[in-house]
Every structure is written in structure tokens, then in C-alpha cells.
């Protein structure tokens, strides 16, 4: 496994690949890697002849500067965990080397997905992944590029920026890794106390309980329900639930059976901020 710090010498190295007709696949990562990360690595690995992880906590995508300063940083138990999944190189900038002096994100027409859901709550975060994905895409080039469907939002908004730009990459979505009791593997989990920790899974067991209420109930009595049910647990504090068409992120109002639904949740467990979603 490669370890390039530089954007200059991982080129150096993925040109010689190039030549050699080989195909690249890119897992774009923050580290604090767990066992979600590494099935998009395996993933990659599968569909690629090379695949490249970058590990780069970007700054521009916080809008909460304490978020940023104590975001997990474990990078030799990130770089071991690449080497035994088989991964081929690592890229691991310094902010200086992707923003030089200017640390800012550029401001992009997502054509509306950006102002719903997380959009809300996080200010000018999806104009940050937008700058680095599309500069991340720009140095490796590659032919494949896969995330998490846990940021399903984030999903959608990259395949739109690859899609307006024409950028020549091809976005994988993934299945959300859970734990055993069901909640989605986070880099923020690690954060969470012994008590917190414990009553996380109800954010996956509503969820689970939503998807089978959709069918029956109408989508107000929904909502509604959610909000009870976390007014119950005073250590899990509700930020949002929607249910929104997955291609548009729009609420649903009334329900259209040509329409793909999907439940999105926030909930703050403490000062550890969790999402989750499922498909209706
Ligand atoms: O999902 C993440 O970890 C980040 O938003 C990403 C895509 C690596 C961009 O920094």
C-alpha cells in the first residue's frame, strides 16, 4: 500500500496506472474508519484494478468549529485497517496542500436539494463537500466513486454536481453499515458515552417502525408519532424527521404511489449529532 501526501507525487504515481489502461475507483473518507468504510473499500476493490482512499477532514464542510476540532483523527489505525481490507493507496493531504492560503468552499447550484433536510441545520455544508469531492475527483480522476448511503443527501447532491459539470466519474451509492443493534456505523459513534450509546438504536428502531406505519397511516399522524416517541427519552433530542421524495428531497405531503419515499432523521444523542434514513 502507497501513502502520498501530495498531490503532485499520488498524479506522479496514478499517471503511470493511466497509461497502463488500469481502472481507478476513489473511496473519498474523513478517517476515524470503521467497518461501513472499508465495504465501500471492498466495493471498489471489486469493480476497479486500483483503489485510492483519501483521508482529509475538511474544513470547509463544518459549520460548527467545535465539530471540527474534536472530529476523530486516528490515522495509523485508519492506514492499518486500509492495509489489511487490500487497499492500494492512501491519499492523506494537509489542508494547505487542497486549499493553499484560501480555505473556502466555492458556491454551487444544486438546484434545491441543498436547502432541505441537513441543508437546514448546516449552513453552507453541502457547498464544502461539493468543493472537496469535485477537487478530489480533479487530482485522482477517477472512473468510480463510491458513498455511503447513511449521507443520503450528500449522495444525491454529488451524483447532481456530477451531472451538471459532466464530470467523468461514475457515483456508487452503498448500503448503510449498522451495528448489531441496528445503528448506523458513524465515525461520530465513538464520541457517544456508555449512556447514549445504549438508547442510539432507538433512532433505527423507529425508523424500522416507520416504514411499516407508512403503508397505513397517513404521513401527519407519522410525524407526529416520531416526535412522541422522542419527547419519551430525554437523552435523545429530536432535530428533525421528514419523509421526502428520494429524487427531489422534498416532504411528502400526500403520499403518490409513483413516488420513492424515504424517511431522513437528525437527533443530537448529547452533543453527538446522528442521522440515519430508510427506504419506504
Ligand atoms: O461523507 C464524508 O465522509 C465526507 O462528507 C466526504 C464525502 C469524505 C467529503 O469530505
Avoid at 463544518?62 to 487490500?86: M, R, V
Avoid at 443527501?153 to 466519474?169: F, G, T, Y
Wanted: hydrophobic fraction near 40%.
Amino acid at each position: 500500500m502507497n501513502i502520498f501526501y501530495t498531490k503532485t507525487d499520488l498524479k506522479a504515481y496514478l499517471d503511470v496506472l493511466k497509461t497502463q489502461e488500469k481502472q481507478i475507483g476513489l473511496v473519498p473518507t474523513m478517517g476515524a474508519l470503521h467497518k461501513g468504510h472499508i465495504s465501500l473499500l471492498k466495493k471498489c476493490a471489486k469493480e476497479n484494478d486500483v483503489s485510492v482512499v483519501s483521508i482529509f477532514v475538511n474544513p470547509t464542510q463544518f459549520d460548527n468549529s467545535d465539530d471540527l476540532i474534536k472530529y476523530p483523527k486516528t490515522f495509523k489505525a485508519d492506514a492499518k485497517l486500509l492495509e489489511a481490507a487490500n487497499c492500494d493507496v492512501i491519499f492523506a493531504p494537509s489542508v494547505q496542500e487542497i486549499y493553499l492560503e484560501n480555505v473556502a468552499a466555492t458556491t454551487f447550484n444544486f438546484e434545491g436539494l441543498e436547502d432541505e433536510m441537513e441543508g437546514k441545520y448546516r449552513l453552507g455544508h453541502f457547498n464544502g463537500v461539493g468543493t472537496i469531492v469535485k477537487t478530489l475527483f480533479e487530482i485522482v480522476e477517477p472512473h468510480r466513486a463510491y458513498f455511503g448511503q447513511k449521507d443520503f443527501q450528500q449522495l444525491q447532491i454529488i451524483k447532481k454536481m456530477v451531472a451538471s459539470e459532466q464530470l467523468p466519474v461514475l457515483i456508487k451509492g452503498c448500503k448503510i453499515h449498522r451495528e448489531e443493534d441496528g445503528l448506523a456505523m458513524s465515525s461520530r459513534n465513538s464520541r457517544l458515552t456508555d449512556a447514549h450509546r445504549k438508547v442510539a438504536p432507538m433512532i433505527f428502531k423507529t425508523l424500522q417502525e416507520v416504514q411499516e406505519k407508512f403503508t397505513l397511516e397517513p404521513v401527519e399522524s407519522i410525524l407526529k408519532w416520531v416526535e412522541d416517541e422522542f419527547q419519551k427519552q430525554p437523552l435523545l433530542s429530536l432535530e428533525y424527521f421528514t419523509i421526502a421524495d428520494e429524487k427531489t428531497l422534498k416532504n411528502c405531503v400526500h403520499k403518490d404511489p409513483k413516488t420513492q419515499y424515504r424517511a431522513f432523521i437528525a437527533v443530537f444523542a448529547g452533543e453527538i449529532r446522528l442521522i440515519d434514513n430508510v427506504p419506504l
